[in-house]
Nanobody
Framework: EVQLVESGGGLVQAGGSLRLSCTAS????????IGWFRQAPGKVREGVPY????????WYVDAVKGRFTITSDNAKNTVYLQMNRLKPEDTAVYYC??????????????????????WGQGTQVTVSS
């Protein structure tokens, strides 16, 4: 059974930090890429960062560049999202998602929800002003 389990969300003041974790099971980790998405109330779910597990390719949406860092620990089948200098507009439910690495051919593929087969249950991140 495929599972993606997120953890690490919570409430933090603006300017603070959180680290999210996404632990995968049920598939060959290195055959996939992992993306983090977020969805705020009333808004579309958007891609935030992406990491290719096999080749380490990275992508970040402009809004988080310089503040968020995505890394992977392949021995633990886990991807981390370190979020620094958090802003109230970062408040959302954060989801990790996995897609087969061969699906990500074009640059824009990394932010496309339809490229990802598996999704976690989401973890809430709330940033107070």
């Amino acid at each position: 059974e495929v599972q993606l389990v997120e953890s690490g969300g919570g409430l933090v003041q603006a300017g603070g930090s959180l680290r999210l974790s996404c632990t995968a099971s049920g598939f060959t980790f290195t055959d996939y890429a992992i993306g983090w998405f977020r969805q705020a109330p009333g808004k579309v779910r958007e891609g935030v960062p992406y990491i290719g597990i096999a080749d380490g390719t990275l992508w970040y949406v402009d809004a988080v560049k310089g503040r968020f860092t995505i890394t992977s620990d392949n021995a633990k089948n886990t991807v981390y999202l370190q979020m620094n200098r958090l802003k109230p507009e970062d408040t959302a439910v954060y989801y990790c998602a996995a897609g087969p690495r061969v699906a990500f051919y074009f640059y824009d593929d990394r932010s496309r929800r339809d490229k990802y087969n598996y999704w976690g249950q989401g973890t809430q991140v709330t940033v107070s002003s």
